[in-house]
């Protein structure tokens, strides 16, 4: 379980895309890793759902509507300055991301296709602190191993095509 230090708060992760498909099963997969997730599906949706929740990572994509995730980014962070962001897109490319971000703005690049693997060493990267286990047990029964995590993202990923070929 993805713990702040020191506490037993979960690691809150805010997750905004306009593809609710593509949000969901973010969502999904962060839930089975431990994380506390919540989703929306524009930037407005984020500047709202950022007050309430306090994220400590958003993960945007970039071409989300009327505000982009670069303005929601720019303006959560203005709001919650220890928020890390994290930008995934399938159409735009770091140098667009540059291009159009402020230069105090933060943030992380990944391509929206991007191995669920690969994003969740990301997230680990970008928030060491937070997503240290201190659970002796965890560590001692390897429950943070590359094969636990890819077993949890088959499950998951299973089960949202269930759900949506049963829907």
Same mark, same amino acid.
């Given at each position: #379980?993805?713990k702040r230090?020191g506490n037993?708060?979960?690691?809150? @992760?805010?997750? &905004?895309? =306009?593809?609710r498909?593509?949000a969901l099963?973010?969502?999904?997969i962060?839930?089975?890793?431990?994380?506390e997730?919540?989703?929306v599906?524009s930037?407005?949706?984020?500047l709202?759902?950022?007050?309430e929740?306090?994220?400590d990572?958003l993960i945007?994509d970039?071409f989300?509507?009327?505000m982009?995730?670069?303005?929601?980014?720019?303006n959560?962070t203005? #709001?919650?300055p220890?928020?890390?962001v994290l930008f995934?897109s399938g @159409?735009?490319? &770091?140098? =667009?991301?540059?291009?159009a971000?402020?230069e105090r703005l933060?943030?992380?690049?990944?391509?929206?296709?991007?191995?669920?693997?690969?994003l969740?060493?990301?997230?680990?990267y970008?928030?060491?602190a937070l997503?240290?286990?201190?659970d002796?047990a965890?560590?001692?029964?390897g429950?943070n191993?590359h094969?636990?995590?890819?077993?949890?993202f088959?499950?998951?990923?299973?089960?949202l095509?269930?759900?949506?070929?049963?829907?």
């Amino acid at each position: #379980m993805h713990k702040r230090y020191g506490n037993k708060k979960q690691t809150k @992760i805010l997750v &905004v895309d =306009d593809e609710r498909t593509i949000a969901l099963k973010l969502a999904v997969i962060l839930a089975s890793h431990g994380y506390e997730v919540a989703t929306v599906f524009s930037g407005e949706q984020a500047l709202l759902k950022a007050a309430e929740f306090i994220p400590d990572l958003l993960i945007s994509d970039i071409f989300i509507g009327e505000m982009n995730g670069i303005e929601a980014a720019t303006n959560i962070t203005a #709001m919650l300055p220890r928020c890390k962001v994290l930008f995934l897109s399938g @159409i735009a490319s &770091v140098y =667009d991301v540059m291009s159009a971000a402020p230069e105090r703005l933060v943030y992380s690049f990944m391509p929206k296709w991007a191995h669920p693997l690969d994003l969740l060493n990301a997230i680990a990267y970008m928030l060491p602190a937070l997503t240290a286990t201190h659970d002796p047990a965890e560590i001692s029964m390897g429950r943070n191993t590359h094969m636990q995590s890819a077993k949890k993202f088959k499950r998951a990923e299973t089960e949202l095509v269930f759900s949506e070929a049963g829907a």
